[in-house]
């Protein structure tokens, strides 16, 4: 029997797992800038999951855009044919639901039918018996990279008339049945769910059971903090260079103290920036740290952007200029206006798809964290030790000596969720060793990872930190089979954060990878980018540093 016969008849899954073990296979013997767009071409497609749709192209959107487009494209026809309607709060980040009186389901499935048709978009039906249609008008890049259709529609439910109440045909997260005279009011975007901007004041009819808030609702503001740095930055080279020759002892640390691939960048910030943008819109204010260097697309005049020099957050502390990640991690909490709550990114991490801030913050205010399965190496510190493991022994032997418990498992790199109360309270109570770090110009082996990894334990022991749950994919820039999983990911786009880490590569392989993944992956730009076509690569010198905003 011929081996194509033999595979039509094998099981999807073992299908799947053949052919994605030939992918990895062919992939080394393929030119590194050839690897990403073979994958994509390999990547095998579930059955069921290939589907065709009209999409309407477009410059520029996010979800959040898309998901209100749909509602009003749904809530301006009703309005329109005189159908009351009440909005309901959903849980998804991505849709939106309103609720209709089922005795107008004949009128309403007419309405949005034609609507749909005649707006080249999409209509289905689903929840129980039929008694939810879903409405959207997708959308897509001019590539044709990344569609937003269906998982941002908006959802029609036909609620029905039972004596005195109204019954919904399927749960929500307040009411499924309210008395038929409950109260219309109107209430702001952020009582229906959490994906919006914190100051989202466009109101919408509903009934007076969904317009409170909810216990688990997070109310106070959430800020991120990028640190960046252009490797190939002239100037910044000969201060390093500088750096260097006065500090001799960093030759006989691992050569990743000083490795070249730390501070090459390759774009990723932007696009970092455009996943914040695009899937967590409830971000309040972001802060971008670097030494005096501005990216060349970087628009400095936007409102919730603020660039910080290195000079501001450490003061008389510590030695600059440094070129130490984990001596400028230990200063941030001084960032001048920085909110309470924050998440701190660096710019090789991205935001997958939405997000809610639930995902790192309880209402209560204590902040999750992700252990990884990678675990610290049980032995003492040593000098072969990378400059990231001595650092968690360091951070072990602190947590063991002030709690008598020992730390086991590294963090995933995710977003890190932090508070500023519990960094300065660390920075207090383990003083030599904050200030021996911040002291130090390169990775030294007594550093303490303090954002990475010291306050997740230290919260979780002081009880202002819960263990969460995150679908995280991350990726070694420099492994063969990185584009396929980035092929995969492009297909599929279900985890929450990725990280896309350049450890050490040998060549430059990674960037000709980074070129074709990132703008397919996230080809929006966001409003922190300047207009027109992109500028000079060249960073901006940073004059002055008297631009930061502060709140209260």
């Excluded at 903090?225 to 260079?241: A, F, H, L, Q, S």
């Excluded at 005096?292 to 005049?301: E, I, K, T």
């Excluded at 021996?436 to 002081?462: I, K, M, N």
């Excluded at 590569?505 to 080809?523: I, K, M, Q, R």
Aim: hydrophobic share 40%; charged share 25%.
């Amino acid at each position: 029997m011929a081996l194509r016969r033999i595979l039509r008849r094998t099981p999807w899954a073992i299908r799947r797992r053949i052919a994605r073990a030939a992918v990895r296979r062919i992939l080394p013997r393929i030119a590194p800038e050839r690897r990403l767009r073979v994958a994509r071409a390999l990547v095998p497609m579930e059955p069921g999951r290939i589907r065709r749709l009209t999409a309407h192209v477009v410059t520029t959107t996010s979800p959040a855009q898309v998901r209100r487009d749909n509602l009003h494209l749904v809530t301006g026809a009703l309005d329109r044919a005189g159908v009351d309607w009440f909005r309901l709060p959903d849980p998804s980040p991505g849709r939106t639901a309103v609720a209709v009186r089922e005795s107008d389901k004949d009128l309403v499935t007419r309405l949005l039918a034609g609507i749909a048709r005649g707006d080249r978009g999409m209509i289905r039906r689903g929840g129980p018996n039929g008694l939810v249609l879903a409405v959207c008008r997708p959308v897509t890049d001019p590539t044709g990279s990344l569609v937003l259709g269906p998982e941002h529609a908006c959802e029609v439910e036909f609620w029905r008339a039972d004596g005195q109440w109204l019954v919904a045909p399927r749960r929500n997260p307040v009411a499924d049945r309210i008395p038929i005279g409950e109260p219309v009011v109107a209430a702001p975007e952020p009582v229906f769910g959490a994906f919006c901007a914190p100051g989202d004041t466009t109101a919408y009819r509903t009934r007076q059971v969904f317009a409170g808030v909810a216990p688990d609702r997070i109310g106070f503001p959430i800020d991120v903090v990028y640190t960046w740095v252009d490797g190939g930055d002239p100037d910044w080279r000969r201060r390093k260079e500088l750096a260097l020759a006065g500090n001799p002892w960093v030759r006989e640390v691992h050569r990743q103290a000083a490795n070249d691939s730390r501070w090459v960048s390759r774009d990723e910030l932007r696009f970092s920036m455009r996943s914040l943008h695009a899937f967590a819109p409830w971000v309040r204010h972001v802060y971008l740290v670097t030494d005096g260097q501005v990216p060349a697309w970087l628009d400095l005049d936007h409102p919730r952007l603020t660039l910080v020099g290195h000079e501001e957050i450490f003061g008389d502390t510590g030695a600059l200029p440094t070129f130490n990640s984990q001596a400028i991690e230990s200063r941030l909490h001084r960032i001048p206006g920085l909110a309470e709550h924050f998440l701190y990114f660096n710019d090789d991490v991205l935001l997958a798809r939405p997000v809610t801030p639930d995902l790192f913050f309880t209402a209560g205010g204590l902040t999750r964290f992700f252990p990884s399965p990678s675990l610290v190496d049980p032995a003492p510190r040593g000098p072969g030790d990378r400059p990231a493991d001595a650092a968690a022994k360091n951070n072990r032997r602190l947590i063991e000596e002030t709690f008598g418990r020992v730390l086991t498992r590294k963090m995933m790199h995710t977003p890190h969720p932090a508070r500023r109360s519990v960094l300065a309270e660390i920075e207090s109570r383990f003083a030599e060793q904050v200030r021996g770090t911040a002291e130090h110009r390169f990775r030294h082996p007594d550093d303490v990872s303090v954002l990475s990894s010291l306050q997740q334990y230290y919260a979780y022991l002081t009880g202002r930190a819960v263990p969460g749950a995150i679908r995280h994919r991350y990726a070694d820039l420099a492994d063969p089979s990185t584009p396929l999983k980035l092929a995969t990911l492009l297909h599929d786009r279900d985890v929450d954060t990725l990280c896309l880490n350049d450890v050490d590569s040998p060549d430059t392989a990674p960037g000709s990878l980074l070129a074709e993944f990132l703008p397919a992956f996230l080809p929006f730009p966001s409003p922190f980018e300047l207009p027109g076509p992109p500028p000079d690569p060249t960073p901006r010198r940073l004059i002055t540093t008297t631009n930061t905003r502060r709140f209260p």
